[in-house]
């Protein structure tokens, strides 16, 4: 009888496990459902846009179940798109967007197809100014991005830079104007340019003393002081940093105290409400993951307004005040 009934214990264990098992199987089934996980699907017309995306390419996922991770190729990924079909002239390249319904990938319009090529803003006008980069040969052509009209157009500009890669830009929002500097063509680079988006001409500045050739630097434009900061980059791996005075146009090596490692391909921005330049990462014989700042020295004709830039200066002014009570009392200063 015990033997009976340790049997009859069994069996209804092993239903029990059988039971489980389905359960977890179909929960599996449904979660790309429930989790709004992008679906794999063939074309379809009008709702899923197929993306033609190299094959060794992948998406590494959490496992929701297994806490491990799963390698999901996304070679003819299907993903559902908020817009109709698009143009064939488009481009599958695209920029995305995270919701919480899952991915949505918005097509910006057709694009001149090119990597390690350089963009800024032109505050004044709203446009996006592009230059150079590389496709299998080094580029110099001049695009502009209107985002309103969502399309780009070749500028064809007069007495373009040599083509390039590497470069870097900024746009001296006091000017109207873009400054490039540098990059790389069989050789490295040391050219100082100005592209006037109104006469829609490119000039060579030939500024005096300019930094060694080089490419993957990082500039910023410092709207408080006029002026081009440049630090870092790629011929033999540095990291001086300098400054371009559009009126003087020159250049001039700021040597200042404690500077990061050398680097390149590092990226920068200029914070303007507090006067300073944060740069954070690169590579040097590593990867990078350390953030600077640098604070520009002051012009002694003291801080000034530029055109369109609002007050971005406030809490430098405030910052300057502040320094000329404590300096009043004798205090030291940080």
Not at 307 to 323: F, I, K, N
Request: positive net charge.
């Amino acid at each position: 009888m015990n033997i009976c009934l340790h049997r009859t214990m069994k069996k209804r264990r092993m239903v029990i496990k059988s039971h489980l098992l389905m359960v977890v199987c179909l929960c599996l089934l449904l979660l790309p459902l429930s989790s709004g996980l992008p679906a794999f699907a063939s074309t379809q017309a009008g709702s899923v846009q197929t993306f033609g995306v190299p094959s060794e390419s992948e998406i590494v996922a959490p496992d929701v179940l297994g806490g491990q991770t799963m390698e999901v190729s996304i070679e003819n990924l299907a993903i559902t798109k908020a817009e109709t079909a698009l143009s064939p002239l488009q481009e599958t390249s695209a920029s995305s967007m995270l919701n919480n319904s899952g991915y949505t990938w918005q097509e910006l319009g057709i694009r001149p197809a090119r990597h390690y090529h350089a963009m800024v803003y032109d505050s004044a006008r709203g446009k996006v100014i592009l230059f150079g980069g590389f496709i299998g040969s080094y580029l110099n052509d001049t695009w502009s991005y209107d985002p309103v009209a969502n399309s780009w157009t070749n500028l064809n500009p007069a007495n373009p830079p040599s083509t390039r890669y590497g470069h870097a830009m900024v746009y001296d929002s006091a000017r109207g104007k873009v400054i490039l500097f540098g990059g790389y063509s069989g050789s490295y680079l040391n050219d100082t340019w100005s592209y006037d988006p109104v006469a829609n001409s490119w000039t060579n500045l030939n500024p005096a003393n300019p930094p060694s050739a080089r490419d993957y630097h990082a500039m910023v434009y410092d709207s408080s002081r006029g002026k081009v900061i440049l630090f870092g980059g790629y011929s033999s791996v540095s990291n001086d940093t300098w400054s371009y005075d559009p009126v003087a146009n020159s250049w001039t090596n700021l040597n200042p105290a404690n500077p990061p490692s050398t680097r390149y391909g590092h990226a920068m921005v200029y914070d303007s409400s507090r006067g300073k330049v944060i740069l954070f990462g690169g590579y040097s014989g590593s990867y990078l993951n350390d953030t600077w700042s640098y604070r520009p020295r002051l012009p002694r004709h003291g801080l000034r307004l530029l055109p369109g830039e609002g007050d971005p200066l406030r809490g430098v002014q405030q910052r300057q005040q502040r320094h000329l009570v404590l300096r009043s009392r004798g205090q030291q200063l940080d």
